[in-house]
């Protein structure tokens, strides 16, 4: 099993910026990669960034590129969301996700933490 603890969240002005992490304990040497999703409210969870645990590589949604970066500690087994340029639209609950091997789905979920973005 791994563990996922999220925190970092808070709140905003828009223009303004986030730094998001994510803890990742137990069976970390099971995961090959981990991502943020992000839910609004009344609406669905969404992903957002992603990461290779090992190689690095990221990949991030269109409306997300260019102002957040998605990075891991592996000293610290943490992965972080840096989010600038903050917009009210980033307003929802960001959630930390981990999946192992051969797989595309996301076995491993945080608690989710709040990011509110005023105008």
């Known amino acids: 099993q791994v563990q996922l603890v999220e925190s970092g969240g808070g709140l905003v002005q828009a223009g303004g910026s986030l730094r998001l992490s994510c803890a990742a304990s137990?069976?970390?040497?099971?995961?090959?990669?981990t991502a943020w999703f992000r839910q609004a409210p009344a609406k669905e969870r969404d992903f957002v960034a992603s990461?290779?645990?090992?190689?690095?590589?990221?990949d991030y949604v269109d409306s997300v590129k260019g102002r957040f970066i998605i990075s891991r500690d592996f000293t610290k087994n943490t992965v972080y969301l840096q989010m600038n340029s903050l917009r009210p639209e980033d307003t929802a609950v960001y959630y930390c996700?981990?999946?192992?091997?051969?797989?595309?789905?996301?076995?491993?979920w945080g608690q989710g933490t709040q990011v509110t973005v005023s105008s």
């Open positions: 996700a981990a999946r192992g091997t051969g797989t595309y789905k996301y076995d491993y």
């Open positions: 990461i290779t645990w090992s190689g690095g590589r990221a």
């Open positions: 137990g069976r970390t040497f099971n995961i090959y990669a």
